[in-house]
């Protein structure tokens, strides 16, 4: 129905009809709808209320008079018969009168200061105990003990009639709760009954299977699906916790409401009818015509054809519609088939571009790049085209340059000469275009000759200067050695010591700067060769365990089961000496620990220590050469800042790398990876 609507410009008017039609009278009958059953309602609770007030009043009213009664006999002489226990019975011939004359249930008896009954309207009753004394003025509803009724206790003090100061017993009223009943009523318009939800107790015709969990207040109403409930608490201690309720027939009162309902909704679907038939009518002298536009228009969607055109007829807005609509669609035509020439022409320039791009990067000289771009533009221009470093006069040109990243000093490479005529904004732009690549090309050439030797110039010196160094430095540390044996001298030792140690710095660090320098020139010799894991490890433990031992730490491996790998085993020994080395330099106490495991691309050494650690900030730090962080042990741990960064290049050599991981305080983790088949490169 809603999909019908949305879809249906037809459907939308009718609905429009249907809305301004019925709508109003909606409107109308929802308001009488809640205003007329709201008063109904009210006033019927007013009524009952009112009922309930006066039924109330009327039951407390019965109570005052029984109270009036007894405080008026109480005051007769002949209760001083009390004191000789009624003798001659004219307190039960008195109270048997009383019984006889009254208008509502109940019984009387007169009570001595012991508690004893010594007179009763119920004869058998007499001489039994009533209560214990003092009696309170009254008791709520009980069990009464001679009748078994439910009743409420009423008591009034009894005086000698000579002195008013002297108590000689009580006279009692039971009243039985019967009596409520004559208050209630029961027909199919209304049922009022007294209810107490605490005690459960019920005089009148309560409502079966009517639950009165809603009673919250003293007064107040609910309703059920068929009945208006009232209920009024009762005013007094002797009935505290009753309330009178009142159910009203909702059928009954609501009748009038219901057949007035009943006319207007058939009044409305009348209304309804009539709408349909006529309005459907009048929308289709709407809707024709603008039907046939949307014809044509999924027309031109389907066929992607903008030659068709809205036949119209009239002069009206429709029409007029239709017009706007045929000239939209000739300038739409237009744009398309101007934008389909160009969008094939851009597309020839950008695959011109693209084969242009893909030539001159191959190539790796000057000239010979001018001369595949002179070929390439000749044959997109259908034309000669030359390519000179000097200007010409007599042709159209375009400069080919580019800007010095040192100086910011624009280069010329040359020209780009063709015929002058008026070309198009594309072609000038693919023209600006290849002199922009051939001059960024003439910069990548000329950066690459620098780099390349700036490289040289770089791999040279090192290696002139390593060997430079190397050669006394090797005679130093020969001579120190031999020292070393012929000194005797405390003194005379440790500074040969200290001589030889200084040494070993020294050829230390020249072999990390020539190591990393090869790295750099790409000129590091590979040898690929299968070692089995547990042989390796065995070896690093040989040369780095006898340090942890020094310094009274644990030195521990961890492989559950030996495997093989392709690699380069003098540096892979390397990296993880190196590492082992930096664990033990750095842990104090504790150890270390070297774990081997792998999965089907890699093997892995994690290199744990219980040191110092390192912060994530230092951690960043000390992957830059020369760099070193102060740990608290670096006075008395020396180093070159080299042996990380060598082992992180010397790991992806093999196919790898190397993290770190530490928390600073407790230690540091470095991870090694190389890969178990390395390839030897070309």
Not at 53 to 71: E, G
Not at 338 to 357: A, D, G, V
Request: proline share 1%; with cysteine.
């Amino acid at each position: 129905m809603f999909k019908w609507i949305k879809s249906s410009l037809y459907a939308k008017l009718v609905t429009v009809f249907l809305l301004v039609t019925l709508l109003p009278m909606l409107i109308i009958w929802s308001v009488y709808s809640f205003t007329a059953k709201e008063q109904i309602i009210e006033e019927k609770l007013r009524e009952i209320s009112n009922l309930s007030k006066q039924i109330s009043t009327s039951l407390n009213d019965q109570l005052q008079q029984i109270r009036f009664d007894l405080n008026l006999n109480v005051k007769y002489e002949i209760f001083d018969d009390i004191i000789v226990s009624d003798l001659d019975q004219r307190i039960a011939n008195f109270l048997s009168d009383k019984h006889s004359h009254m208008l509502h249930k109940g019984e009387f008896h007169v009570v001595n200061m012991d508690g004893s009954i010594i007179a009763s309207s119920i004869q058998k009753v007499v001489g039994k105990t009533f209560k214990e004394t003092p009696l309170k003025t009254f008791y709520s509803i009980e069990t009464s003990k001679f009748s078994q009724k439910k009743v409420i206790i009423l008591t009034k003090k009894v005086f000698m009639s000579f002195d008013r100061t002297k108590q000689i017993g009580y006279l009692v009223h039971e009243y039985d709760t019967q009596n409520l009943e004559n208050f209630t009523s029961s027909d199919a318009y209304a049922t009022t009954f007294f209810y107490n939800p605490t005690k459960g107790y019920v005089y009148g015709n309560k409502i079966a299977n009517t639950k009165f969990y809603q009673i919250k207040d003293k007064q107040g109403f609910f309703f059920t699906d068929e009945l208006i409930f009232s209920y009024q608490a009762l005013k007094g201690k002797e009935f505290e916790g009753f309330y009178l309720i009142q159910a009203l027939n909702k059928s009954k009162v609501m009748s009038f409401y219901n057949q007035f309902s009943q006319t207007i909704l058939l009044s409305m679907l009348f209304g309804l009818i009539m709408v349909v038939l006529i309005g459907s009518k009048l929308v289709k002298i709407f809707t024709t015509p603008i039907n046939q536009l949307s014809e044509v228009a999924k027309q031109i969607e389907a066929k992607k054809d903008y030659s068709i055109r809205v036949k119209t007829k009239g002069e009206d807005e429709i029409a007029f519609l239709g017009a706007t609509i045929n000239n939209l669609l000739e300038t739409v035509q237009s744009m398309m088939e101007h934008t389909q020439k160009e969008s094939s022409e851009r597309l020839r320039i950008l695959t011109q571009l693209i084969y242009f791009f893909n030539a001159i990067t191959q190539e790796n000289d000057e000239e010979t790049v001018f001369e595949v771009a002179r070929q390439r533009v000749g044959e997109f221009l259908n034309e000669s085209v030359e390519i000179d470093h000097k200007e010409n006069d007599t042709k159209f040109q375009k400069l080919i340059s580019y800007k010095n990243i040192k100086t910011n000093e624009k280069i010329i490479c040359g020209f780009m000469s063709y015929t002058s005529k008026e070309r198009s904004t594309l072609e000038e732009q693919f023209l600006q275009s290849i002199a922009t690549m051939v001059g960024l090309q003439m910069e990548r050439l000329h950066l690459v000759e620098e780099a390349n030797s700036a490289s040289e110039a770089k791999s040279s010196f090192i290696s002139n200067m390593s060997h430079e160094l190397r050669t006394p430095l090797n005679a130093i540390l020969g001579f120190s050695q031999i020292l070393n044996k012929k000194v005797e001298s405390e003194k005379e030792k440790r500074m040969v010591d200290n001589i030889l140690t200084a040494g070993k710095h020294l050829l230390n660090l020249i072999n990390d700067i020539l190591d990393i320098a090869k790295i750099e020139a790409g000129k590091i010799d590979i040898h690929v060769e299968e070692i089995d894991v547990y042989t390796l490890v065995n070896e690093v433990e040989v040369i780095t365990s006898k340090l942890a031992i020094n310094k009274g730490l644990y030195y521990k491996t961890e492989l559950e089961a030996t495997f093989s790998i392709s690699t380069d085993t003098k540096l892979l020994k390397q990296i993880l000496v190196n590492q082992l080395s930096n664990a033990i330099k750095f842990t104090e106490n504790g150890g270390v620990i070297i774990k081997v495991w792998a999965d089907e691309l890699n093997a892995y050494f994690d290199i744990i220590d219980t040191g110092v650690g390192i912060s994530q900030e230092n951690i960043n730090k000390l992957f830059k050469e020369f760099v070193q962080i102060d740990n608290g042990l670096q006075d008395k741990q020396k180093g070159t800042g080299l042996g990380l960064v060598l082992s992180k290049n010397l790991a992806q050599e093999l196919g790898g790398d190397l993290v770190l991981s530490s928390v600073e305080g407790r230690g540091t983790i470095a991870h090694v990876s190389v890969t178990k088949e390395l390839k030897k490169k070309a």
